[in-house]
């Protein structure tokens, strides 16, 4: 929120892209919005929900706002916008405002309890990437339920042959990303996708 803060970290963003432009070979840039941010100002028990709303409002604003910074120097389509854990509504509307594409984490519409269906069917036309893990449930001390994300496919809550089934149909042909913590998670995530795609291309 702070002007100076915001305007030194535009320029780093422009200057990592500009930096990996001229050593690697990048797909694209997925940009996550204000989330650590959003966060402190969520976490805020004493905190007013009407504040809290103004103050998510004007992160969004000012993230927009460096979004449109960035894109005067960003390779054409490669900027993406990311759906974070607090939401998808808000970086999703940004994205097609800008003109951006979309990474679409299925592993954070989980946790939030979102219609994979709705989002992605709605969002269809701007997904270039997924980012793909399932979320495991935890009962707590008092009963308390939580999910956590960031774990191997087949594992979680997530059911993975109807996600693959959405995410892949009409013919996408961008990025499918595994994102899980453990190297024992990403192989057995690559398992369970690789046995998908056998049964899908035997079946076709």
Known sequence: ????????????????????????KVEHYVMHLTEMMLKQVESKPHMASEIKEKIVDAMYVRAK??????????????????????????PFAIARELGTGICCDI?????????LKHVVDGHRDLIRE???????????GG?????????????????????????LAQGFDGVLMIEVGR???????????????????GSS
């Not at 929120?1 to 690697?24: H, V």
């Not at 490669?78 to 998808?88: C, F, Q, R, T, Y």
């Not at 190297?183 to 291309?201: C, D, I, P, Q």
């Open 130 to 140: 997924f980012h793909f893990h399932d979320a495991v449930e935890w009962t707590l």
């Open 183 to 201: 190297w024992e998670a990403a192989e057995e995530s690559v398992r369970v996708v690789r046995e998908y795609l056998t049964k899908r291309s």
């Open 65 to 90: 706002a460096g979004i449109k910074e960035i894109l005067n120097e960003a390779p054409e389509g490669k900027l993406l916008v990311e759906n974070i854990k607090s939401g998808w509504q808000k």
């Open 143 to 167: 009963g308390k339920k939580i999910l956590q994300d960031h774990v191997a496919l087949g594992t979680g809550v997530l059911d993975v042959t109807n996600t693959l089934d959405l995410m």
């Open 1 to 24: 929120m702070c002007q100076p803060i915001w305007e030194a970290s535009i320029e780093s963003y422009k200057k990592i892209i500009r930096q990996l432009e001229e050593a690697l």
């Open 107 to 115: 592993g954070h519409l989980v946790l939030e309890g979102a219609d």
